[in-house]
């Protein structure tokens, strides 16, 4: 069975801040992904998601958006679920269908995958200095991995492209 | 963009009447939308969904199963999408997701399928003499092929692979 | 625990056909239902959801309104819930809260309600003659009351509010 | 139209810590919402939902249940609403249906509910000192009361039942 790994984080043009800063660590992860052959998903629409879809597209990977209703997505999903959900409702279905997930960046929206990714148990893989949620949620990690005391699944900050590699190839293995 | 093909269908082993008479329809199936490379989305589950995903996975297709809460599916999902949702929500999320339906035999929960397909604006093809609710709700279309007086999209019924073919690529060229 | 009734029919204006035709029975209904102290629920618009929860409301009744996403409903619900789903998703949280379901006429989306209720095992009682899919269903039921071989529920037919009376008391009774 | 409030916070038997310390300040609250003739909301299951809940039920006041699938809930519950979803995919239907949230104490399932009902624009008010998230975030907000950039609503903190008496009543007045 395949890896699928949720891609989350910042939303927006592009082309604007504070998207396009991270737009060689997008590429960067995109081809990274796309070169194992995991199953990219991500919640479909711009910013984050748009730049490590494409990424994962040049590369000749898989990519599957799941969207809020009413909106088709970006160009580079080569699978679309429509969830007839509001982008809150949508989120948690792309997190729970993830064996792990990526965040980099983002604001509140994000900060609601974090949270429902460990709630069902879900790896979560912070890409240190991306800025919003993904750096700021760590000063309130209990044992610097948990939100709560359940201690469901551990969040993971990665320093480095390799760094990455190293928990993602945990998570496939069942180790995380 | 792909062509996302939605089959539904008997539930129930591969192995047992009504699905085991299926089985060559449903092989026919996933050989025809793994040769045109479009993306086949089931309930992802056994009958029906089973063969057909089996057939696709083996021309080297894409298969995308949309699960309900608690069922990790059957093993030819490329992309399994877990809804978190019950087998009713999680069969809306499947039809919507799809730009045509094939339906082949099936009980209520199939035609709880081909009525939300109907009322999402999505054509299903009915597959004659299959059985089931694809066979029997022919008799209470509203001018052979609509589900009310919106007509909001066509209920085909297809009477060959050939047939089959046919209404698939219309779909495709957004003519239905 | 009270009976939660759901209500389900025509949507559209109140003041037009083929709403404004069953006025009548719908006020009869809503009385009804106040009367017993029973939970009524709809989806929460306009059509027979309007005219039934406008009478329980008049008689001091509760009213649900089960929302879809980005509609603030009718004026006569007491509670409101907002699913943050589209139309048909937000119907089947309609039917699976419901311990039995009363249908007057209705197009597709009323079809959708009624076999998501015959599938979550709900009984669902049809008022004879007010049209739509009410009285259209009734042709293809198997043994005149069941949607497929799994017998999950009773589908009944009430010619009369007496009628209606008993299957709800039935209903309430475990009876059914 | 009434005003919806939603109660949130630790779940597990109203019996043991952390549940039990919370005891007369669920009860105060209960009364409280039960007094205004607010419709009072909650998951519908055990810790500060049964409490609450059992409180607003003595008061004679409104406790609607919103329910994941598979659990019937408490004994409280006047209306049940029977989401067919996860846990979490429940609770965003919660926290979209309300106007106002309550929080108290919690664990990554308040969290959950917290950082969701400020996506939808929902005020959510802290009762201090009662542990868990509910104290947690503080830490983490921007400018005391964010929980991003965007500033969609602010959360409040309440320090005693008349500071939250009277941020409610700033709620139904929509000047929060």
Redesign the interface.
């Known amino acids: 069975?395949?890896l699928?790994v949720a891609v989350i984080g910042y939303s927006g043009s592009i082309n604007n801040s504070p998207v396009k800063e991270l737009r060689s660590i997008c590429e960067e992860v995109g081809k990274l992904l796309a070169r194992h052959g995991h199953?990219v998903m991500t919640g479909g629409r711009d910013g984050v998601m748009e730049l490590v879809s494409r990424a994962v597209s040049i590369e000749g990977g898989?990519v599957?958006g799941?969207l809020p209703?009413g909106d088709e997505g970006n160009n580079h999903n080569?699978?679309?679920?429509?969830?007839?959900?509001?982008?809150?409702?949508r989120s948690?279905?792309l997190t729970?269908?993830a064996d792990v997930v990526i965040s980099m960046g983002g604001?509140?929206?994000t900060?609601?995958e974090i949270?429902?990714a460990?709630?069902?148990g879900r790896p979560v893989i912070l890409l240190e200095n991306t800025g919003?949620?993904t750096d700021?949620?760590r000063?309130?990690l209990i044992d610097d991995k948990y939100?709560?005391?359940?201690k469901?699944v551990e969040i993971k900050v990665a320093d480095s492209i390799e760094d990455l590699e190293k928990f993602i190839k945990e998570a496939d293995n069942g180790k995380v």
Request: no cysteine.
């Open positions: 069975m395949m699928h199953v898989r599957v799941v209703t080569e699978v679309r679920i429509r969830t007839g959900m509001d982008f809150a409702l948690l279905i729970k269908s604001q509140a929206g900060l609601l949270i429902s460990y709630s069902y919003g949620w700021r949620i000063s309130v939100l709560d005391e359940r469901t």
